[in-house]
């Protein structure tokens, strides 16, 4: 089959990314690849939508790097191929990236994803689950057990009373937002850095206001779920636990945290369990659960990483069991001629 990565931009792709991982895997898998970006469709007057596809020769790469240097290199190929020749587009942009420099992008691929599902490519995730997802208020859509205590809003005298009622401190972010960028902790509502804070976090929009867990001091869980489950092979989990750096609050890979291999046990698989109904709903076929003690942080539906790591510690490669998925999916959609809709193909 053919798939096609959706990112970002085709420059800002890192060897070291769980995209990068999924190419090589579906390389290795026989599968033809290719690269698309915000850029890269065109809907022509006939309605065929067609894609400006950055093609990756076939073959057997050395490693990451030498596969990340070919489908950048001057050598990189570029077609336009009808969607319709396309068997899965695999949605793995961040609409956080682009909403600032570039906010015609950030929607692009739930916008025109949806229509490559009508035109017969499988689209993970589904669009229009994703579109429902386009910051951190999707979160709250899932049962509050789940989740820390929550306050979202603008006011200051608002986020001043939650901190006030929050003896172990809170935590402040943006309502969108992505990598740990402007994430901190408060300890006090007199905090004398609150309003310096409050003014360059609120710039971007909503904030979100948590509770802090203590628990968190040890990092937290990226967590994989893949058709609804936990993604898993023999007994290993595609798992690890986000160590902070020393004075950081912030987990993320791209804030220097570190990654640790980490215990399953029943109380994360509960919590896992809780979400799986509206992950299935909303036809999320890979997410990232980011959990500490019996919460979720965070809920990745567009690019949960990590698969790199969980390979170098369990020596299981994940990516392999993410592509049989998808050719499956594939077969089923060609059994059924189309029959089956794109959100219920994409957690099958």
């Known amino acids: 089959m053919r798939v096609a990565f959706f990112v970002n931009s085709i420059e800002s792709e890192e060897p070291f990314f769980s995209t990068t991982a999924l190419a090589m895997a579906a390389l290795a898998r026989d599968h033809d ?10 809907l022509r007057p006939d309605d065929s939508l067609m894609v400006r596809a950055t093609t990756v020769a076939a073959g057997k790469y050395k490693n990451a790097q030498a596969f990340h240097d070919h489908f950048q290199g001057k050598d990189a190929k570029v077609q336009t191929i009808d969607v319709r020749e396309v068997d ?27 229509l490559a599902s009508e035109r017969g490519s499988i689209v993970v995730n589904d669009p229009a689950g994703l579109a429902l997802a386009q910051n951190k208020l999707y979160f709250q859509g899932f049962p509050e057990a789940v989740r820390p205590e929550t306050l979202i809003s603008k006011s200051i005298e608002e986020i001043r009373a939650f ?11 943006p309502l969108q937002g992505s990598g740990g960028k402007n994430v901190f902790k408060i300890a006090t509502p007199d905090d004398a850095n609150l309003n310096q804070i409050f003014e360059a976090v609120s710039g971007e929009g909503y904030l979100i206001a948590q509770g802090y867990l203590p628990e968190a001091k040890a990092g937290d869980i990226r967590f994989f779920m893949m058709n609804g489950k936990p993604l898993q092979r023999d007994g290993a989990y595609a798992a690890f636990r986000r160590v902070p750096a020393k004075g950081e609050v912030r987990s993320n890979m791209h804030a220097a945290g570190t990654a640790e291999a980490v215990k399953i046990t029943d109380d994360i698989l ?11 709903e909303d036809g999320m076929f890979l997410v990232g659960l980011d959990i500490v003690g019996d919460k979720i942080l965070e809920i990745n539906v567009f690019t949960p990483g990590g698969l790199p790591e969980i390979a170098a510690m369990h020596k299981v490669d994940f990516s392999e069991d993410i592509i049989e998925a998808l050719e499956k999916k594939a077969a089923i959609r060609k059994a059924y001629g189309g029959a089956m809709s794109n959100r219920a193909l994409a957690t099958l």
Not at 33 to 42: H, K, N, R, S, T
Not at 163 to 173: P, S
Request: proline share 7%.
């Open 88 to 114: 899965v587009i695999f949605l793995r942009n961040d609409p956080s990236l682009d909403s600032d420099d570039r906010p015609w992008a950030a929607h692009i691929g739930a916008m025109f994803g949806r």
């Open 163 to 173: 901190i006030a009622n929050h003896r172990k401190g809170v935590i402040l972010k």
């Open 33 to 42: 690849v290719c690269y698309i970006a915000p850029g890269d469709f065109v």
């Open 270 to 280: 509960a919590v896992a369990e809780m979400v799986r109904p509206k992950l299935i």
